[in-house]
């Protein structure tokens, strides 16, 4: 079964330091992952994704993640954290093929404090 | 351009009672799919329609009904409410129904069951 760990529930770092969001996969074949962000009271935002291709994978806001196959992991990555980043972190996954369903994880919430 | 929207943005019913809720696509999106996303925990997936024929099902009660129209917007029902049926209700719209589509969310519709 498909399934997607976000390991820590609260991440916090301080503004202009570099900020990871970890997540880890379990998925048969090759994995389609996601990257979004909810800010309160509003919908998710597509932040990033990887399909194939380079494992450094940059998406929007300056944030990039990068795919490690081996270690079934998919960490988001900022080198230098805002305040303004300071929201709700989702990894999502699908497989492969028929199965549509996108796998979520439970969130990071992460604070960046000035 | 518009992003997805859906409506309404709040809603409070009691137990027992019907409920829809609507959802506009981005323009050239195909595809919509609903998740439900309770506090404290990432979005469960609830169906996915493209052109008009569902491609996927969560595990969710037969309560819980869609359609998507031939303008692509779409409509969830929720018979019979129960008091865990309170939640927010996301919509996202994508190009087509592939596995590796970007998913674009709307605002979300509150829901609460008295």
């Known amino acids: 079964a498909q399934s997607v760990a976000q390991p820590e529930d609260q991440v916090n770092v301080a503004e202009g330091n570099p900020l990871t969001v970890k997540c880890t996969y379990s998925v048969s074949g090759n994995p389609y992952l996601f990257w979004y962000v909810q800010y309160p009271n509003r919908g998710l935002q597509f932040l990033l994704k990887?399909?194939?291709?380079d494992n450094l994978v940059k998406g929007s806001y300056g944030f990039e993640a990068e795919f490690n196959k081996s270690q079934t992991s998919f960490h988001l990555k900022k080198p230098s954290a805002l305040v303004s980043d300071s929201a709700l972190y989702f990894c999502?996954?699908?497989?492969?093929?028929?199965?549509?369903?996108?796998?979520w994880g439970l969130g990071t919430s992460l604070a960046v404090n000035p | 351009d518009a992003g997805v929207t859906q409506s309404p943005t709040h809603l409070i019913k009691t137990r027992g009672q019907h409920v829809t809720l609507r959802c506009s696509p981005i323009s050239g999106h195909k595809s919509v799919s609903w998740y439900q996303q309770v506090l404290g925990q990432g979005p469960q997936f609830i169906f996915q329609y493209y052109e008009k024929e569902e491609r996927g099902r969560g595990n969710f009660p037969d309560r819980f009904s869609a359609r998507q129209f031939p303008n692509y917007s779409s409509e969830l029902n929720v018979n019979a409410l129960l008091l865990g049926d309170s939640a927010l209700y996301l919509c996202?719209?994508?190009?087509?129904?592939?596995?590796?589509?970007?998913?674009?969310f709307g605002p979300g519709t509150r829901l609460t069951v008295l």
């Open positions: 996202a719209s994508s190009l087509g129904g592939g596995s590796t589509d970007t998913q674009y």
């Open positions: 990887y399909i194939t291709g």
């Open positions: 999502a996954v699908r497989g492969a093929g028929n199965n549509r369903k996108l796998i």
